[in-house]
């Protein structure tokens, strides 16, 4: 388990920032950072040079970095940002559970 507590294709909501009350899902985790990435949510513009004769350069809109703290997992049951408790089954496997409602997101 991670420190940061989101994972790959978690279903989340933008706690703080100029991105505040978006969901979205999560396409990239950057650990070393604590960064999320989090599909259609804080689009930059990078300015790319094209790579060869078939690749277009100009300006590029893609998903730009949030800070892991900034997000929190977004429960259906609840439909709000909640926080999570992990619980240990039976047969050894880690689970994540809403602390609300008990709801698996795993």
């Known amino acids: 388990m991670s420190g940061i507590g989101v994972r790959k294709n978690d279903f989340v909501i933008v706690t ?9 899902k999560i396409l990239k985790v950057a650990r070393d950072k604590n960064r999320v990435i989090i599909e259609k949510v804080n689009f ?7 790579a060869s ?10 998903e730009g970095q949030i800070h892991a703290s900034n997000v929190m997992l977004f429960c259906e049951k609840c439909n ?16 994540r559970l809403c602390a609300g409602c008990g709801e698996s997101f795993d």
């Not at 004769?53 to 893609?62: L, S, W, Y």
């Not at 940002?81 to 089954?89: E, I, N, P, S």
């Open 16 to 24: 703080s920032g100029k991105e505040k009350g978006k969901k979205g």
């Open 44 to 50: 930059i513009k990078k300015h790319q040079k094209p």
């Open 53 to 62: 004769a078939q690749k277009q350069g100009g300006i590029v809109e893609k």
């Open 80 to 95: 709000k940002g909640v926080r999570f408790r992990r619980q240990r089954l039976d047969d050894g496997n880690v689970v």
